[in-house]
């Protein structure tokens, strides 16, 4: 990963669905090229003055799509992962809805996207066995990773 801590990644026991370190980037790479193709889509169709909304919904998204990489794999904090994966699926459906309203073509490139918002909310739930609520909430986690 982009943070260079695979071997705190692999150290995790994780939940049977959640992708091996070298899956991620290009999961990645190719949803936020089907989020730009869906906002491209939207502005085109509708041109700025009438898709402003729909894209600043989107950038918000997108924006916090962004800050769930650090707190998650960054700062190896998974309770915060979940909170921002939760914050980032709201958004996403938010912003799907409101590019369906716009284009149907938008609306269809934007649902992997949500399904990946899902997963990472999904990623840190089982993690060593534990429900997200067990998880301790006083900062940093780092004493639940599996040795």
Request: net charge negative; aromatic share 18%; charged share 10%.
């Amino acid at each position: 990963s982009v943070y260079q801590n695979d071997a705190w990644y692999e150290g995790l026991t994780r939940p049977p669905y959640a992708p091996a370190t070298w899956v991620i980037a290009p999961v990645y790479t190719l949803t936020f090229l089907l989020e730009s193709l869906a906002a491209w889509f939207v502005w085109y169709s509708n041109g700025i003055k009438h898709s402003l909304p729909h894209i600043l919904i989107y950038c918000c998204q997108y924006a916090c799509t962004l800050a769930w990489f650090p707190t998650f794999f960054g700062y190896e904090f998974t309770m915060a992962g979940i909170v921002v994966a939760i914050g980032s699926w709201t958004l996403s459906i938010l912003t799907l809805i409101a590019f369906s309203r716009c284009t149907w073509l938008s609306a269809v490139l934007f649902v992997f996207p949500v399904i990946l918002e899902v997963l990472h909310g999904c990623l840190g739930y089982g993690r060593d066995d534990q429900q997200p609520w067990q998880i301790t909430l006083a900062g940093n986690d780092h004493e639940n990773v599996a040795t």
